[in-house]
């Protein structure tokens, strides 16, 4: 345990190390305070009870210096005592709290220096209470059978013996509002009344439900403003067929912004507005309302180019043409290609390489130019679904170190679904025909191919793989690119099989889940955290049953910029290295034995697995100088990849060991920088663990007949390699042990893993 307790202490140490290097290069906050205010370098809440200090801070305007700069004295914005507005604050509490129904609530305040050095002041608030004011009685009128269930207060937490709460009174009445609006009544409106006594500590509450008539739409009205100098490309029926309502239709506000939103995401259109005619919506006892629906046009056509350079893809380029408006009616038309591992694949290699990462000459899968070429046509609705949409493609792409996947065709059909505003749901079906290349050592240690006949029934015969995929996402974020509140939740679901077209030996289930939180603690400060989840199964919903072949495209992998950022892309899980030095021959004859010579390594193999656990935690702190521009990161990563049920290294997870002290863990620091293309990241993540101990082999290159064999060298190995008419080759059928490891320096910066991204790690 106190083993444990010390290697705990030292990544803390490590992580506290690397912050200080990053934030002592920074200068000096500007300040927010005149000549002769103190520092408020401490502030308090003292006697609440109700709302959490943290909650009451956000209503007032005094407010202390920001952590770092309390601290460390060297980062973070300076704020200082204003006594008016701590006078004003006194009032501003008093408001808050009435509004939550603690009507006698009474708030004094304290100032007191600090002796400290820095002439700051503790600012206390000493807040009393009171009893707050009890909903003594609830009437609601204006019901009837058809609107009582639309009404009804007990989901809305309103009721008699709660706490009358103004915030809680306006959010029922909006909800109520919403409801009826939502349900055909586009006049509904609440009116609300209530009389508290402060003596008694007793409210009464009346709501008056005025629903107005029930109604239908009507006419709907379109106002098509076209570019300028350009006529109108759009017809009417086109864009109410874009919106999903018509006339006859039961009025409901949801529907119309989902139709509104729909229009948007057409691209056609540059505004979007979609409203009642005042006249038919005030008109009493009329049962149909008219819409106006208002947009601009927007361009039709578009080409999108881009390039640039990536470590793992040295030059890339894309190319894409969008017709919105494909022979008419909507029909949004994709024209895209797209090109990676320029200057380093072949044909493409020029100047050696030399304007490559060394990282992308280490990967036998970066050999080939990678290349994605497909069409996309996509409709506005079709039998009553939104977003259908069909491609065709060919592609060859490639995941580091792991996997090349080459699609000779393929195509997918997809539409999206939204049972709710916020929560869209994806349905895709594809279907590909092509191979995937692994590494030989790979193909051996999981899937026991360890002989090239074998191994080629896999990589050198094209097959069909179905899949068939949904996706679900929620968001409710404040900035998709720079999140300071809110959560983001994704859902993905695979399932491949005979029935719906795949290969009798390709299928799989496969679920990937990702759940984000972010919060802001001060105005220069965020945290943000993730959990991800992920596993592949066998044909049966069982954790128990055995898995089979699962394509290398399809296994979970970890590590990386995007991951646990203290591991190289992949590399967290079990490991296969491939051997520098030609092996070891120990006996005579037709039968002879491999093991390695030494512990240089030429290659890492990344083994991935079925199971996967991520954890990324955050503090994003905004730069003093550009804000706006620079950020720093403080993270702590946590993760594993692994096999259920089969221990191709010498570890063994038990769902025991899967709590957060059997995770690998990962400190580190990083720098954000906001570009017009998205947030260029670039992160040192610090490893205190040694690489795993795996097997080792060793691919002998082809001789002159082609004959490569695959030799497992692991130390202590007993598999046979037998003579036969090309040369010695090891008889498959036993496991390669888990018994070498690998040499490595075991220094500071050895440890330190560096990665450069473009675009939101989550």
């Known amino acids: 345990m106190m083993r444990r307790r010390g290697a705990a202490w030292r990544r803390v140490a490590v992580c506290?190390?690397?912050?200080?290097?990053?934030?002592?290069?920074?200068?000096?906050?500007?300040?927010?305070?005149?000549?002769?205010?103190?520092?408020?370098?401490a502030l308090e809440f003292r006697g609440n009870t109700v709302f959490r200090a943290s909650d009451l801070a956000l209503r007032i305007v005094t407010s202390s210096s920001e952590f770092l700069r309390r601290n460390l004295r060297i980062v973070g914005a300076k704020h200082c005592l204003d006594h008016a507005e701590l006078r004003l604050d006194v009032g501003r509490l008093r408001i808050f709290y009435r509004r939550h129904g603690y009507f006698s609530t009474r708030v004094d305040t304290a100032v007191t220096p600090l002796y400290d050095g820095y002439g700051g002041v503790r600012v206390a608030f000493q807040i009393h209470e009171g009893e707050p004011v009890i909903v003594d009685s609830l009437r609601v009128g204006g019901l009837d059978s058809a609107i009582a269930a639309i009404a009804d207060t007990s989901s809305l937490a309103l009721r008699p013996g709660i706490t009358f709460d103004m915030t809680r009174l306006q959010a029922a009445i909006d909800s109520i509002k919403s409801r009826l609006r939502d349900n055909g009544y586009p006049r509904g409106d609440v009116a609300a009344s209530f009389s508290a006594d402060t003596a008694s500590h007793r409210a009464k509450v009346t709501l008056d439900i005025l629903s107005g008539t029930r109604s239908r739409i009507g006419t709907?009205?379109?106002?098509?403003?076209?570019?300028?100098?350009?006529?109108r490309r759009l017809r009417d029926s086109t864009i109410l067929r874009l919106l999903g309502v018509s006339s006859g239709d039961l009025y409901q506000e949801r529907e119309l912004i989902r139709g509104q939103r729909a229009l948007y995401q057409t691209d056609l259109f540059r505004h979007v507005e979609v409203t009642l005619v005042a006249d038919s919506a005030y008109v009493r006892g009329d049962s149909l309302v008219a819409l106006q629906v208002s947009v601009a046009e927007n361009y039709v056509r578009a080409v999108e180019t881009e390039g640039g350079w990536a470590v793992l893809d040295c030059f890339k380029a894309r190319a894409q043409l969008v017709d919105k408006n494909f022979l008419g009616e909507a029909r949004r038309l994709e024209l895209s290609a797209q090109l990676s591992k320029i200057g380093w694949g072949e044909p493409t290699r020029f100047a050696r390489g030399a304007l490559c990462a060394p990282a992308i000459k280490a990967d036998t899968f970066s050999a080939s130019l990678n290349y994605f070429v497909g069409a996309t046509l996509k409709v506005p609705s079709f039998l009553g679904l939104r977003s259908p949409a069909l491609s065709v493609y060919s592609e060859r792409r490639g995941e580091y170190q792991a996997y090349?996947?080459?699609?000779?065709?393929?195509?997918?059909?997809s539409v999206t679904y939204e049972p709710s505003l916020d929560v869209p749901l994806r349905l895709a079906y594809s279907l590909e025909y092509g191979r995937t290349e692994a590494q030989p050592a790979l193909l051996c240690a999981v899937f026991n191919r360890c002989d090239a006949q074998s191994r080629s029934l896999i990589t050198d015969k094209n097959r069909p793989l179905a899949v068939a995929s949904a996706h679900?996402?929620?968001?409710?974020?404040?900035?998709?690119?720079?999140?300071?509140?809110?959560?983001?939740?994704?859902?993905?679901?695979r399932t491949a099989a005979k029935e719906i077209g795949s290969d009798r030996d390709i299928q799989f289930l496969k679920a990937l889940s990702d759940a984000s939180v972010y919060r802001a603690l001060s105005g220069s400060v965020t945290f943000a955290a993730r959990a991800r989840f992920g596993t592949v199964l066998g044909r049966t919903l069982s954790f128990s049953d055995a898995v089979g072949f699962i394509p290398p495209q399809e296994r979970l992998y970890a590590g990386g910029a995007t991951s646990v950022r203290g591991y190289p892309q992949n590399e967290l899980g079990d490991l296969i290295y491939i051997a520098e030095d030609e092996p070891l021959t120990r006996g005579t004859g037709d039968t002879v034995f491999k093991e390695a010579s030494s512990d240089r390594v030429r290659r890492v193999v990344p083994v991935g697995g079925n199971s996967l656990i991520v954890a990324n935690f955050e503090l994003r702190v905004r730069s003093a100088l550009f804000p706006d521009l620079v950020q720093y990161t403080l993270f702590a990563d946590a993760g594993?990849?692994?096999?259920?049920?089969?221990?191709?290294?010498a570890r063994d997870h038990k769902a025991s060991a899967l709590w957060l002290n059997g995770l690998k863990w990962t400190p580190g620091i990083g720098v954000r920088i906001f570009t017009p293309v998205g947030p260029f990241q670039a992160n040192v993540g610090?490893?205190?663990?040694?690489?795993?101990?795996?097997?080792?082999?060793?691919?002998?290159?082809?001789n002159a007949?082609?004959?490569?064999?695959?030799?497992c060298v692991s130390p202590g190995n007993s598999i046979p390699s037998i003579r036969g008419p090309n040369g010695y080759e090891q008889v498959s059928g036993s496991e390669c042990p888990a018994t070498f490891a690998?040499?490595?320096s075991k220094t500071f910066l050895s440890r330190l893993t560096f990665t450069f991204s473009i675009g939101p790690d989550f």
């Open 640 to 649: 594993d990849v692994w096999d259920r049920g089969r221990t191709v290294t």
């Open 472 to 493: 679900a996402e929620r968001l409710r974020v404040d900035n998709p690119f720079n999140p300071r509140r809110g959560t983001a939740l994704r859902l993905d679901l």
């Open 16 to 41: 506290a190390a690397l912050l200080i290097s990053i934030t002592g290069v920074a200068q000096a906050q500007g300040t927010e305070c005149e000549a002769g205010e103190p520092e408020v370098r």
């Open 742 to 744: 690998p040499g490595q």
């Open 686 to 702: 610090y490893n205190p663990f040694a690489r795993p101990l795996g097997a080792i082999y060793f691919d002998q290159a082809p």
């Open 404 to 413: 090349l996947r080459s699609t000779l065709v393929g195509g997918e059909a």
């Open 705 to 711: 007949v082609g004959f490569a064999p695959l030799y």
């Open 220 to 231: 709907i009205r379109v106002l098509d403003a076209p570019l300028p100098g350009a006529p």
